[in-house]
């Protein structure tokens, strides 16, 4: 009985926080949409990006994922690196938003080089680089092919790949690669796979807040992210290592890349932090951003 009070007291007491949460929600919206959208050529392709914070902040460019645009990222962590001297890139991958596909292969590396070509279009010499899934697989890429561009790398929900790459369930991936439905009927697709069940029950009307594609993605791009995924080769038997100071950070929930992952990934890495995050899942930097960006400002403090 004291057992069953102390539950449901933790619960409400968590409801509550989010109710708190949403009014800090609206105002990092504003604060990140008065950052102006801009484009830049790189190479074959126009990039669409925005940095936010102040012009001389440190910069952080952030990597998207697999159907991750650079209206996905949680508007509480970015205000919250802004306000800390931080400038964040954000972008948009080729075929994406308003960024052209281009002609070349669309491929993990390739992306890599898009990122860095980004930097070097911003006359940015270097980084500190975040990326997230599919985008933590193009971070790793980036610190191998452009070494010099990243100070330090963050990867979030992220694995090694290769031959240490934890397979996904196939219908797992067949919820993330349908593109059918509106933005909102997408967003509740994933969010099964974002977030465990027990904080989503917690949280029922989450979907109402959770950042939404503005607009679809073509069915050519996201074929072409996955099978980029697919193809990839990894870093942990690559003949390089990666080389600057890392941070891995992982949900104990996470069912889309799996702790177990993120353990094969630091295996390969020699200054390496990682961090779980108990009862969090792929989409940990929405359920607890206050958490997420204290945990990177301390990481790039220290190194």
Known sequence: MIHEKISSEVIEMERQEQKEKRPIEGQADEFV?????????????????????????????????????????????????????????????RGTGGSSIGDKEYSIGQLANDAAGLLDALSINRADVLGWSMGSYIAQDLALIHPSKVNDLILYGSGPGGEKAIPSNPQLMQTLNNISGTPEEQARQVLSLFFPQVWLQQNPDY???????????SLETVQKQAQAIINWKGTYDSPSQISPPTLVLVGTEDVITTPKASLYLVERIPLVWLVQIRGAGHGWMYQYPEKFSKVIRTFLEIN
């Open 33 to 93: 949409n008065s950052f102006p959208i801009q484009k830049v050529k790189v190479d074959d392709i126009e990039i669409e990006y925005k940095i936010i914070g102040p012009e001389r902040g440190k910069p952080i460019i952030f990597v998207p994922g697999l159907k991750v645009t650079m209206d996905m990222w949680e508007p509480i962590i970015l205000k919250a690196l802004a306000l800390s001297d931080y400038g964040m890139i954000v972008f948009n991958n």
């Open 207 to 217: 979907v109402n807040h959770f950042p939404l594609l503005k607009g679809t993605l």
